[in-house]
């Protein structure tokens, strides 16, 4: 159990479970209060809902495996010699890794990870300083307090000077810049990034910046590195102080709503009224027919009429 606000290196089951000294609220937790509800909240915090379970995607996930060896190297994996998961010894180290908060990893996969990680080191190397994910250590740990609130954020590397902070994210999509940034906003990742920020100045006073180093895993494995604009952080930040107030009047009454219990009413989106207005272009302009082979545009005279 964590007491103070610091910075703090923990392995992954520890920060899952959360070590802080009452429920505590994670970037996740926040986009889910913003996202869905805090009824969604409840359910997937670990010190809340007493049946919570951690969900881990046994597949094999190339990222999520680059995203272990990249940042902590070798120790960030376990390589099981078997061909695959289905003798009773594969399936126990399986287990054992994922306790131990690593990701397992079949031998004969061990080369597409080490490619990934490959392309990853030489286009970094590339880059403009300070070098994303050098010069700092990884899966470092912030707790502190927001009004007594307490909150937690693991990052993927805090720099040495403490002045940035890098989050290391794969996809079988692209990660061109300006398309990735169009899908950043949707998954929340602007909610996480304001957190993470939100969260090193709590704890040692210093502004920072906040980078995404975004990798297709695929070949060649390419990659950017992304960050929020002004404007765009500004807004995160008010998403942010947002969740921080409904969830300290959540945790506070212990009432954790879902969606409205009253009916809510769609309006038909400026999407929708294009489309089907192009639609019914066509068809009063009688490039549509109907079963007799007269122009739609007729009937709907006759019906007028």
Same mark, same amino acid.
Request: hydrophobic letters at 40%; glycine letters at 6%.
């Given at each position: 159990?964590?007491? /103070?606000?610091?910075?703090?290196?923990?392995?992954?089951? &520890?920060?899952?479970?959360?070590?802080?000294?009452?429920? $505590?609220?994670?970037?996740?937790?926040?986009?889910?209060?913003?996202?869905? $509800?805090?009824?969604?909240?409840?359910? &997937?915090?670990?010190?809340?809902?007493?049946?919570?379970?951690?969900?881990?995607?046994?597949?094999?996930?190339?990222?999520?495996?680059?995203? %272990?060896?990249?940042?902590?190297?070798?120790?960030?994996?376990?390589?099981?010699?078997?061909?695959?998961?289905?003798?009773?010894?594969?399936?126990?180290?399986?287990?054992?890794?994922?306790?131990?908060?690593?990701?397992?990893?079949?031998?004969?996969?061990?080369?597409?990870?080490?490619?990934?990680?490959?392309?990853?080191?030489?286009?970094?190397?590339?880059?403009?300083?300070?070098?994303?994910?050098?010069?700092?250590?990884?899966? /470092?740990?912030?707790?502190?307090?927001?009004?007594?609130?307490?909150?937690?954020?693991?990052?993927?590397?805090?720099?040495?000077?403490?002045? $940035?902070?890098?989050?290391?994210?794969?996809?079988?999509? $692209?990660?061109?810049?300006?398309?990735?940034?169009?899908?950043?906003?949707?998954?929340?990742?602007?909610?996480?990034?304001?957190?993470?920020?939100?969260? +090193?100045?709590?704890?040692?006073? +210093?502004?920072?910046?906040?980078?995404?180093?975004?990798?297709?895993?695929?070949?060649?494995?390419?990659?950017?590195?992304?960050?929020?604009?002004?404007?765009?952080?500004?807004? %995160?930040?008010?998403?942010?102080?947002?969740?921080?107030?409904?969830?300290?009047?959540?945790?506070?009454?212990?009432?954790?709503?879902?969606?409205?219990?009253?009916?809510?009413?769609?309006? %038909?989106?400026?999407?929708?009224?294009?489309?089907?207005?192009?639609?019914?272009?066509?068809?009063?302009?009688? %490039?549509?027919?109907?079963?007799?082979?007269?122009?739609?545009?007729? /009937?709907?005279?006759?019906?007028?009429?």
């Amino acid at each position: 159990m964590i007491t /103070q606000p610091g910075i703090y290196t923990l392995d992954a089951a &520890a920060y899952h479970a959360d070590p802080c000294p009452a429920p $505590s609220l994670s970037s996740s937790i926040a986009r889910e209060l913003l996202a869905s $509800s805090a009824l969604h909240a409840w359910f &997937a915090h670990p010190r809340l809902n007493p049946a919570y379970q951690r969900e881990e995607d046994t597949d094999f996930d190339l990222g999520r495996a680059a995203h %272990a060896y990249i940042l902590e190297g070798e120790s960030g994996c376990v390589i099981v010699n078997e061909k695959d998961w289905k003798k009773d010894v594969a399936k126990t180290a399986k287990k054992a890794a994922y306790a131990a908060g690593k990701i397992p990893l079949l031998a004969h996969r061990w080369d597409d990870v080490q490619a990934m990680a490959l392309a990853a080191t030489r286009q970094l190397g590339a880059h403009e300083d300070p070098r994303p994910l050098a010069g700092g250590k990884p899966e /470092q740990t912030l707790v502190w307090q927001e009004d007594g609130a307490w909150c937690r954020a693991r990052l993927d590397w805090l720099h040495d000077d403490r002045k $940035s902070i890098e989050d290391y994210k794969s996809t079988g999509a $692209s990660a061109n810049p300006e398309v990735w940034s169009r899908t950043l906003f949707g998954a929340g990742h602007d909610i996480q990034a304001a957190f993470y920020l939100r969260g +090193l100045k709590a704890v040692t006073g +210093l502004e920072a910046t906040f980078r995404f180093v975004v990798q297709e895993n695929f070949a060649p494995y390419a990659l950017s590195v992304i960050g929020l604009a002004p404007d765009a952080l500004a807004l %995160a930040e008010r998403k942010v102080a947002y969740a921080l107030v409904l969830w300290r009047h959540c945790l506070t009454l212990d009432t954790w709503p879902g969606y409205p219990t009253q009916t809510c009413w769609a309006s %038909a989106p400026p999407w929708e009224e294009a489309r089907w207005g192009e639609q019914e272009y066509r068809m009063q302009s009688g %490039a549509a027919t109907v079963d007799d082979g007269r122009p739609i545009s007729d /009937q709907l005279f006759e019906e007028k009429t």
